[in-house]
């Protein structure tokens, strides 16, 4: 009578190891990948909070756009009501924003522009200031590589606002912001604005 013998043989045991590896090496892979897509989503969501925190600001600048004309540094008429020069990258205009802990609305000149690959909000806290040093500057992206500002007249986009004696008194019907970050992503926002001429 044979006896049966208890325990596994050297071939069972390396089978069961090489088992318990290529397990332990799958689940490892699968929680890389998790954690990889984690990381990415997380990254994307931050991205996209600051794109959607820009674009609502921006947005709330347009909706309170007004068509008055800004004075220059000599306190003269520039005789432009938005300024908008897309070679030096750079939009201004006069809204209006709610100013320290006011409930009220009040006008200020704002002026977007690009310095060293940042994208900043200027405010002036008032519409014509009489000293142009005085104002916060705010950064709203990182990591801009380009940007394109154009207006539309009805008719066309243009790269400059004014154009002609008659656009210095009004506001173009749209502006369009496109913008290119680390030279891959490219977000646009086309914003339209009311049409009346100074008062």
């Known amino acids: 009578m044979d006896k049966l013998q208890k325990g596994f043989t050297l071939i069972e045991l390396l089978i069961s190891i090489v088992l318990l590896s290529l397990i332990t090496i799958i689940t490892t892979s699968i929680l890389q990948n998790s954690i990889i897509q984690r990381n990415l989503y997380m990254e994307n ?39 908008l020069n897309d070679d030096e990258k750079q939009l201004s205009f006069i809204t209006k924003s709610f100013l320290n802990d006011d409930l009220e609305l009040k006008n200020i000149r704002v002026l977007y522009f690009i310095e060293n690959e940042q994208l900043y909000r200027r405010e002036y806290k008032s519409i014509n200031p009489a000293d142009f040093n005085d104002y916060l500057d705010v950064l709203v992206l990182n990591e801009v590589t380009d940007i394109r500002i154009s207006a539309h007249n009805k008719q066309r986009w243009l790269n400059v606002w004014p154009y002609d004696e008659v656009s210095k008194r009004k506001l173009p019907y749209a502006v369009s912001i496109s913008i290119t970050q680390r030279q891959e992503e490219v977000f646009e926002i086309i914003l339209p604005t009311h049409n009346d001429n100074v008062i």
């Open 45 to 83: 969501s931050n991205y996209l909070e600051k794109y959607n925190s820009f674009f609502g600001v921006l947005r709330d600048d347009f909706r309170f756009i007004q068509n008055m004309d800004m004075l220059n540094a000599d306190g003269m008429s520039s005789f432009k009501t938005l300024f």
